[in-house]
Protein backbone atom coordinates (compact mmCIF):
# COMPACT_ATOMS: atom_id res chain seq x y z
CA UNK A 1 0.00 0.00 0.00
CA UNK A 2 2.70 2.48 0.66
CA UNK A 3 0.93 4.43 2.85
CA UNK A 4 2.15 3.71 5.76
CA UNK A 5 -1.07 1.54 6.58
CA UNK A 6 -0.99 -2.04 6.79
CA UNK A 7 -4.21 -3.48 7.00
CA UNK A 8 -3.29 -7.27 6.64
CA UNK A 9 -1.51 -6.10 10.03
CA UNK A 10 -4.20 -4.40 11.85
CA UNK A 11 -6.49 -7.36 10.51
CA UNK A 12 -4.13 -9.82 11.88
CA UNK A 13 -3.53 -7.46 15.40
CA UNK A 14 -7.40 -7.53 16.04
CA UNK A 15 -8.44 -11.11 15.01
CA UNK A 16 -6.04 -12.00 17.79
CA UNK A 17 -7.80 -10.07 20.20
CA UNK A 18 -11.39 -11.19 18.56
CA UNK A 19 -12.97 -14.42 19.44
CA UNK A 20 -14.51 -14.86 15.86
CA UNK A 21 -11.84 -15.84 13.31
CA UNK A 22 -13.15 -14.61 10.51
CA UNK A 23 -12.97 -10.28 9.95
CA UNK A 24 -16.37 -9.84 8.80
CA UNK A 25 -17.60 -11.27 12.40
CA UNK A 26 -15.54 -10.40 14.25
CA UNK A 27 -15.72 -6.85 13.42
CA UNK A 28 -19.41 -7.16 15.03
CA UNK A 29 -17.68 -7.86 18.22
CA UNK A 30 -16.09 -4.36 18.68
CA UNK A 31 -16.85 -0.64 18.81
CA UNK A 32 -15.24 2.06 19.65
CA UNK A 33 -15.90 3.32 23.39
CA UNK A 34 -13.53 6.25 23.70
CA UNK A 35 -11.19 8.99 22.19
CA UNK A 36 -8.43 10.77 23.52
CA UNK A 37 -4.96 12.25 22.18
CA UNK A 38 -1.78 11.41 22.52
CA UNK A 39 1.31 13.92 24.08
CA UNK A 40 3.72 12.14 22.25
CA UNK A 41 2.65 10.64 19.28
CA UNK A 42 1.90 6.48 19.12
CA UNK A 43 1.92 3.91 16.60
CA UNK A 44 -1.32 2.26 15.48
CA UNK A 45 -2.20 -1.29 15.60
CA UNK A 46 -1.50 -1.39 11.69
CA UNK A 47 2.39 -0.07 12.25
CA UNK A 48 1.16 3.35 11.15
CA UNK A 49 3.65 5.73 12.78
CA UNK A 50 2.73 8.72 14.16
CA UNK A 51 -0.72 8.98 15.52
CA UNK A 52 -1.89 11.97 17.79
CA UNK A 53 -5.83 11.21 17.78
CA UNK A 54 -6.35 7.70 19.52
CA UNK A 55 -9.71 5.54 19.49
CA UNK A 56 -10.09 2.91 21.71
CA UNK A 57 -12.16 0.04 20.73
CA UNK A 58 -13.51 -2.12 23.06
CA UNK A 59 -14.38 -5.82 22.49
CA UNK A 60 -17.51 -7.43 23.68
CA UNK A 61 -16.82 -11.02 23.63
CA UNK A 62 -13.36 -10.99 25.19
CA UNK A 63 -13.46 -7.87 27.07
CA UNK A 64 -10.03 -6.61 25.31
CA UNK A 65 -9.69 -2.94 24.50
CA UNK A 66 -6.92 -1.62 22.48
CA UNK A 67 -5.90 2.13 20.85
CA UNK A 68 -6.17 2.71 16.68
CA UNK A 69 -5.99 6.02 14.90
CA UNK A 70 -8.58 7.62 13.09
CA UNK A 71 -7.93 5.52 9.76
CA UNK A 72 -7.91 2.48 10.90
CA UNK A 73 -11.33 3.01 12.57
CA UNK A 74 -12.26 4.08 9.60
CA UNK A 75 -11.29 1.37 7.72
CA UNK A 76 -11.81 -1.22 10.13
CA UNK A 77 -15.40 -0.21 11.81
CA UNK A 78 -16.43 2.18 9.13
CA UNK A 79 -17.24 4.62 11.58
CA UNK A 80 -15.87 8.44 10.92
CA UNK A 81 -14.13 9.00 14.30
CA UNK A 82 -11.83 12.10 12.46
CA UNK A 83 -15.05 13.79 12.18
CA UNK A 84 -15.73 13.74 16.37
CA UNK A 85 -12.15 15.13 15.98
CA UNK A 86 -12.53 17.96 13.38
CA UNK A 87 -15.40 19.14 15.79
CA UNK A 88 -13.02 18.76 18.80
CA UNK A 89 -10.80 21.49 16.81
CA UNK A 90 -13.72 23.51 15.79
CA UNK A 91 -15.16 23.97 19.36
CA UNK A 92 -11.96 24.56 20.86
CA UNK A 93 -10.79 27.29 18.44
CA UNK A 94 -14.72 29.31 18.96
CA UNK A 95 -16.74 28.05 21.90
CA UNK A 96 -19.72 29.38 20.15
CA UNK A 97 -19.27 26.73 17.37
CA UNK A 98 -21.68 23.90 17.43
CA UNK A 99 -20.05 20.15 17.64
CA UNK A 100 -21.74 18.46 14.70
CA UNK A 101 -23.85 15.30 14.40
CA UNK A 102 -22.05 12.83 15.04
CA UNK A 103 -19.53 14.45 17.86
CA UNK A 104 -23.27 14.91 19.83
CA UNK A 105 -24.37 11.10 18.86
CA UNK A 106 -20.94 9.83 20.14
CA UNK A 107 -20.55 11.97 23.25
CA UNK A 108 -24.46 11.27 23.96
CA UNK A 109 -23.71 7.89 24.21
CA UNK A 110 -20.85 8.11 26.12
CA UNK A 111 -22.86 9.96 28.99
CA UNK A 112 -20.87 12.85 28.53
CA UNK A 113 -24.13 14.95 27.42
CA UNK A 114 -27.16 14.70 28.74
CA UNK A 115 -31.01 13.66 27.16
CA UNK A 116 -31.50 17.04 27.17
CA UNK A 117 -28.23 18.51 25.55
CA UNK A 118 -28.89 16.01 23.30
CA UNK A 119 -32.29 16.98 21.84
CA UNK A 120 -31.35 21.08 22.96
CA UNK A 121 -28.03 19.93 20.30
CA UNK A 122 -30.51 18.63 17.90
CA UNK A 123 -32.75 21.77 17.60
CA UNK A 124 -30.04 24.41 18.05
CA UNK A 125 -27.17 22.71 16.28
CA UNK A 126 -27.63 24.27 12.65
CA UNK A 127 -28.84 27.93 13.74
CA UNK A 128 -25.93 30.40 13.80
CA UNK A 129 -27.86 32.98 16.00
CA UNK A 130 -28.58 32.02 19.41
CA UNK A 131 -30.38 33.52 22.29
CA UNK A 132 -28.21 34.54 25.16
CA UNK A 133 -29.64 31.82 27.48
CA UNK A 134 -28.85 29.23 24.53
CA UNK A 135 -25.32 30.11 23.20
CA UNK A 136 -24.39 29.81 27.56
CA UNK A 137 -26.00 26.42 27.22
CA UNK A 138 -24.02 25.79 23.94
CA UNK A 139 -20.44 26.69 25.42
CA UNK A 140 -21.11 25.01 28.84
CA UNK A 141 -21.87 21.96 26.83
CA UNK A 142 -18.87 22.79 24.31
CA UNK A 143 -16.31 23.10 27.51
CA UNK A 144 -17.78 19.42 28.63
CA UNK A 145 -17.09 17.74 25.72
CA UNK A 146 -13.76 19.36 25.46
CA UNK A 147 -12.93 18.37 29.32
CA UNK A 148 -14.36 14.66 28.37
CA UNK A 149 -11.27 13.90 25.64
CA UNK A 150 -8.20 13.21 28.15
CA UNK A 151 -4.85 14.11 26.79
CA UNK A 152 -2.69 11.15 27.22
CA UNK A 153 0.83 11.63 28.23
CA UNK A 154 3.59 9.83 29.29
CA UNK A 155 3.20 8.85 32.90
ZN1 LIG B 1 -3.72 2.17 11.82
Known amino acids: ?7 QQLKAAILA ?33 PIIELCTIANAA ?3 SVDVG ?6 FLGFR ?11 RADLDKAISKDATAFFHERGVINDWEYQ ?4 TMRKRIL ?13 KVIAAVRRRGLS
Not at 70 to 75: A, D, E, S, T, Y
Request: aromatic share 8%; hydrophobic share 35%; proline share 1%.
Open 1 to 7: MGDGYNF
Open 17 to 49: LSQAADLEVAKKEWRLVDISEADEPETCLCGHF
Open 62 to 64: TAK
Open 70 to 75: NVCVKR
Open 81 to 91: SDLIFQSLKRV
Open 120 to 123: FQQS
Open 131 to 143: SQRQLEIRRALNQ
